[in-house]
């Protein structure tokens, strides 16, 4: 029996039916019939075979517009496609393919960094402050960046976030660096990091979503004091949340710093809603 009238013995109407009308003039003949998975597929001669060439030409530049789409694309709007909103009473958060969690608000500062910044981070030294999982870092890494990842050793912290950044490194090897360092905030806890023992002067500090604890302001305006230099330029974002503001009153009373808001309309929400109440800030020593 050919395969075909072995295939229409167990359907329910002759393979020949499948093919629409409009086609079946222009097919000869019935190539091969393949069931996989309970669903068959059939392969058809076509009188013309430039038909099969122009189908299948047609579907590379539909590829290549898609990758060419996907290029165009930041590296936080590529994520924001390869995430979820995490479940839950967080809606700030989105769910990591690899189960760890990141705020969104990271995603809006990364995407404002790679535009504003566009062809300048390669080769620029960056440190950033309360690291969590690490995915800004990483990601700030591999636009070319040299990156000085921070977190707590508490809770496996710093152990975690290590653990990503090598795996990031495995996967993908760059000529620029990247690592975990412990630092804890506060002028007493500064002392016991390794970066008090070294000579630094970063482009770049980074700091998401790391001013919705009013307890620990003090803390982290004296890290900000020993960690920034005349040339360091640094980035904070946050949502609106209660006492998150009075960060900047704290700073403000140092008398150590500038610091501006970035308008509105210069950032670009990535899907968050307005009523999150983000806010992008740009912190500098004040010239002596």
């Known amino acids: 029996m050919k395969a075909s009238n072995h295939i229409e013995s167990c359907l329910d109407r002759p393979i020949a039916s499948f093919v629409p009308p409009a086609q079946s003039s222009a097919i000869s003949q019935v190539f091969a019939v393949r069931c996989i998975d309970r669903t068959v597929w059939v392969i058809l001669i076509p009188f013309q075979p430039l038909q099969l060439h122009l189908c299948k030409f047609a579907s590379s530049q539909a590829a290549r517009a898609m990758a060419a789409s996907d290029e165009k694309l930041t590296r936080a709007q590529m994520i924001m496609k390869d995430t979820t909103d995490t479940d839950g009473e967080l809606p700030d958060l989105r769910d990591l393919p ?23 981070l390669e080769g620029m030294s960056v440190l950033e402050l309360g690291s969590g999982s690490g995915h800004l870092g990483i990601e700030l890494w591999r636009l070319g960046a040299d990156v000085t990842c921070t977190e707590r050793v508490a809770q496996d912290t710093l152990k975690k976030l290590s653990d990503r950044i090598e795996g990031a490194k495995a996967a993908k090897p760059q000529a620029n660096t990247i690592r975990a360092v412990e630092l ?47 040339k360091t330029i640094v980035y904070s974002i946050f949502c609106d949340r209660p006492f998150s503001f009075m960060f900047f009153a704290k700073l403000f009373d140092t008398d150590m710093f500038d610091t501006t808001q970035v308008p509105e309309n210069k950032i670009e929400l990535l899907g968050m809603q307005p009523e999150a109440g983000v806010n992008l800030h740009v912190i500098k020593l004040k010239t002596p």
């Open 98 to 120: 690899d189960g760890g969690t990141l705020w969104k608000a990271s995603l809006v500062l990364l995407h404002f960094l790679e535009k504003e910044l566009e062809g300048r």
């Open 184 to 230: 804890e905030w506060g002028e007493d806890e500064y002392q016991r990091s390794p970066l008090s023992k070294e000579a630094f002067d970063f482009d770049y500090i980074i700091m998401s979503e790391l001013v919705y604890d009013q307890d620990s302001h003090d803390e982290l305006v004296a890290t900000l004091q020993k960690v920034c230099t005349q």
